[in-house]
């Protein structure tokens, strides 16, 4: 049973730049959340997706946006990259939306921005 | 708004003595809490969590943790700490059922356990 996927592994953009962050959920899950963790912090959520609608959004600006496709996989689109961007940005993924569900995540993608 | 704080940054034990992972939380209703484990290069693993009912939770590894309503704490414990039990743990809320769907992470434990 596959769990979270994420790709790519690594990603180094300078400024300015777009990036574009995949993840595919749990076999049998159909939510997806983004999280960005900075260095030596904990996560921070910053959107999630059900039904291919944004759900739920955290404390961030318009540049991140995202798509969740039919077969439930997720895209995280970063516009204008900052410094401030680098971080791993993980992907979590939960079945229907109980809120006591955990959440389970993939290993993340850490982005480095020049 | 709910919150979670993890008032240690790091916690060092020897190996086979039991461990304790400290966490607070606030949140304006019933909380769901959760408990998660990174090792490095790595994403998040789910330990336990407490949704309702008895206040001693049993998860992975070993690893329990203790709702207190009162003291607002959720700390993760182990009785015999293992050297591969050395990671960053993390503590994570959610406001009960009528919250949204986030969950709010603490800012990390990293635990060291030594031989």
């Known amino acids: 049973d596959a769990g979270v996927t994420q790709s790519p592994t690594h990603l180094i953009k300078t400024r300015g730049q777009q990036v574009t962050l995949r993840c595919s959920p749990k076999s049998g899950h159909d939510t997806v959340s983004w999280y960005q963790q900075a260095l030596g912090q904990g996560p921070q959520f910053i959107f999630q997706y059900y039904e291919e609608e944004e759900r739920q959004r955290g404390n961030f600006p318009d540049r991140f946006s995202g798509h969740q496709f039919p077969n439930y996989s997720s895209e995280l689109n970063v516009n204008a990259l900052l410094l401030g961007d680098s971080a791993l940005y993980l992907c979590a993924s939960s079945l229907v939306d109980r809120k006591h569900n955990e959440q389970f995540f993939g290993p993340g993608t850490r982005l480095t921005v020049l | 708004a709910q919150s979670v704080a993890q008032p240690e940054d790091q916690v060092n034990v020897a190996e086979g003595n039991p461990l304790t992972v400290k966490c607070t939380y606030s949140v304006s209703g019933n909380p769901y809490l959760f408990w998660y484990v990174q090792y490095p290069n790595r994403g998040l693993q789910f330990l336990l969590k407490y949704i309702t009912g008895d206040n001693l939770v049993k998860g992975s590894y070993g690893f329990e943790a203790e709702f207190n309503k009162s003291q607002t704490s959720f700390h993760l414990k182990k009785p015999s700490a293992l050297v591969s039990d050395s990671a960053l743990y993390f503590c994570?809320?959610?406001?009960?059922?009528?919250?949204?769907?986030?969950?709010?992470f603490g800012k990390g434990t990293s635990l060291l356990v030594t031989p």
């Open positions: 994570a809320v959610r406001d009960g059922p009528n919250s949204g769907y986030a969950l709010n």
